[in-house]
């Protein structure tokens, strides 16, 4: 069964440093997402991604947060200069269309020392 | 701006009983719905998408039910198992793309 993968699963970076976190969308999927869930508290939205471009941002999502889609398969999320209260999971999700059932990875645990 | 309540924040159960979990939002303008699973430490298993023009869907054990003019959604799961344990979250879209989520209901199925 299709599924979406992140990698990696658990990343501990310094505060400042830059990280790139990966995920693989279902291969015939349109549209991407990140989320996140502080612990303890609800998963949040972060950006949607169509056709190449934003195509929605929430307040979070601030110059220190980036999206890319290097290749056909790949779906990246960078945060440039790590700061603690971006300690969180990061999830990234897909959809076949906008209406359409999402489907979630398995999230990468990003902890800001 | 759109608001996802879950209730019960924690349920127990034994094993074999029917349960009952309730989620509310506050602007009945929704695409749909989708009830997800998530166990500790882990990712979203996306187990019912309710669209906006139905009243229910099922798969297996579990029953999802929409009343979008209310505002509600209940997750039905018959003849509950351990195996159930975890925390089950339920998201609404609106006139965007993203999920709104609820903080969710932590069940647990005791043998």
């Known amino acids: 069964e299709p599924e979406v993968t992140q990698t990696p699963s658990h990343q501990v970076t310094q505060m400042g440093q830059e990280v790139i976190l990966r995920c693989v969308p279902i291969s015939n999927h349109l549209y991407f997402y990140w989320y996140r869930q502080i612990l303890g508290q609800k998963v949040e939205f972060l950006v949607s991604f169509y056709n190449n471009e934003i195509s929605e941002k929430s307040e979070i999502f601030d110059d220190q947060f980036s999206v890319e889609r290097p290749d056909g398969s790949n779906f990246t999320l960078k945060i440039r200069s790590t700061k603690l209260e971006d300690s969180a999971m990061y999830f990234c999700?897909?959809?076949?269309?906008?209406?359409?059932?999402?489907?979630f990875g398995q999230g990468t645990r990003l902890t800001v020392v | 701006k759109q608001e996802v309540t879950q209730i019960p924040a924690a349920l127990s159960v034994p094993e074999g009983e029917n349960l009952v979990l309730n989620c509310s939002f506050t602007?009945?303008?929704?695409?749909?719905l989708q009830w997800f699973r998530q166990d500790p430490g882990k990712g979203l298993t996306s187990l019912l998408l309710?669209?906006?023009?139905?009243r229910e869907q099922t798969s297996g054990r579990l029953n999802a039910s929409l009343d979008k003019s209310s505002g509600r959604s209940t997750l039905y799961i018959a003849a509950s198992q351990p195996g159930d344990s975890a925390t089950y979250l339920c998201a609404v879209q609106g006139g965007s793309e993203k999920l709104v989520f609820g903080k969710g209901t932590k069940l647990t199925v005791n043998p």
């Open positions: 602007d009945s303008a929704i695409y749909n």
């Open positions: 999700a897909s959809t076949r269309g906008v209406n359409t059932e999402a489907f």
């Open positions: 309710i669209q906006s023009s139905q």
